[in-house]
């Protein structure tokens, strides 16, 4: 079982009360069997429970692993999307292991979030990630961001390779625009947008394509969004042989 607590690891931890209540009350987690343990540090440890304590599950550390990081790190930038479909993405592209995703707000976005109501979906979005994160024995979880818009994305993630799903690219895919990846070194970082319902309008393409970025076809048919989102992981993480 892996499992994230929101202190950085130590010799002896104390998993928290909700964390606990889950491993050993949920899942019914055999107390002689080890977990493998991430820490907000990033670091990784296999741990022995040793003790329930008023709920609080005491464990002590076997060693530390390895965290299965992989050499590419791969971003998603999601213009928002109406509730469950957003949730939908969140919960599979965790699966597909990828490492960064940007909430984005884009011209076309149906789902409108003030910065207020932005803020306080957040940690429901959190958990939707850990939830699928521990469902599928990944042991980073991937780093949710939200309030930036486009082009800050696209300036914070300068040096990454940038690709945007667009429904009207008839030329490059996935495939092609990766080509570059496997003869050149020096990119590790690589970032997909993907529109909102209503898709993308043609000056986001070209702010994107004047960044740096290629627009790439995802096939003939106009997927819906969350289609185009984890299709597109799907087939970047295929083309690396991650
Ligand atoms: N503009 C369209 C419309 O409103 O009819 C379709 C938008 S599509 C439902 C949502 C997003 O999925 C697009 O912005 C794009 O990023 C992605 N997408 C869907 N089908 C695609 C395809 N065949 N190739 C590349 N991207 C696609």
Same mark, same amino acid.
């Given at each position: 079982?892996?499992i994230?607590?929101? +202190?950085?690891?130590?010799? &002896?931890?104390?998993?928290?009360?909700?964390? @606990?209540?889950?491993?050993?009350?949920?899942? #019914?987690?055999n =107390?002689?069997?080890?977990? @493998?343990? +991430?820490?907000?540090?990033? &670091?990784? !440890?296999?741990?022995?429970?040793?003790?329930?304590?008023?709920?609080? /599950?005491?464990?002590?550390?076997?060693?530390?692993? %390895?965290?299965? *990081?992989?050499? $590419? &790190?791969?971003?998603?930038?999601?213009?928002?999307?109406?509730?469950?479909?957003?949730?939908?993405?969140?919960?599979? /592209?965790?699966?597909?292991?990828v490492?960064?995703?940007?909430? *984005?707000?884009?011209a076309?976005?149906?789902?409108?979030?003030?910065?207020?109501?932005?803020?306080?979906?957040?940690? #429901?979005?959190?958990?939707? =990630?850990?939830?699928? /994160?521990?469902?599928?024995? &990944?042991?980073?979880?991937? @780093?949710?961001?939200? !309030?930036?818009?486009?082009?800050?994305?696209?300036?914070?993630?300068?040096?990454?390779?940038?690709?945007?799903? $667009?429904?009207?690219?008839?030329?490059?895919?996935?495939?092609?625009?990766?080509q570059?990846?496997?003869?050149?070194?020096?990119?590790?970082?690589?970032?997909?947008?993907?529109g909102?319902?209503?898709? $993308?309008?043609?000056?986001?393409?070209?702010?994107?394509?004047?960044s740096?970025?290629?627009?790439?076809?995802?096939?003939?048919?106009?997927?819906? %969004?969350?289609?185009a989102?984890?299709?597109?992981?799907? =087939?970047?993480?295929?083309?690396?042989?991650?």
């Amino acid at each position: 079982k892996k499992i994230f607590i929101p +202190t950085p690891l130590d010799e &002896r931890i104390e998993l928290p009360k909700d964390v @606990t209540h889950h491993v050993l009350h949920v899942f #019914r987690h055999n =107390m002689e069997k080890p977990i @493998t343990v +991430t820490g907000s540090d990033n &670091r990784c !440890g296999i741990y022995q429970i040793t003790d329930e304590v008023d709920g609080i /599950a005491q464990a002590k550390l076997i060693e530390y692993v %390895a965290s299965d *990081v992989s050499s $590419y &790190r791969t971003i998603l930038v999601q213009s928002l999307l109406k509730g469950e479909k957003l949730e939908w993405v969140l919960q599979k /592209a965790t699966e597909l292991n990828v490492d960064t995703i940007y909430l *984005v707000s884009t011209a076309n976005c149906v789902a409108k979030y003030d910065d207020k109501k932005l803020q306080s979906k957040v940690s #429901r979005w959190e958990k939707i =990630m850990l939830e699928a /994160a521990q469902q599928c024995g &990944r042991n980073q979880l991937p @780093t949710l961001v939200v !309030g930036e818009t486009l082009s800050q994305v696209l300036a914070i993630e300068a040096d990454a390779l940038k690709l945007v799903a $667009y429904e009207n690219e008839d030329g490059h895919t996935i495939k092609s625009a990766l080509q570059s990846v496997h003869t050149n070194q020096t990119i590790t970082d690589i970032l997909i947008c993907v529109g909102p319902e209503g898709g $993308y309008q043609e000056k986001e393409i070209n702010a994107i394509i004047e960044s740096g970025g290629k627009s790439v076809s995802l096939g003939n048919t106009i997927l819906r %969004a969350e289609t185009a989102a984890i299709g597109s992981l799907a =087939m970047i993480q295929y083309e690396l042989e991650l």
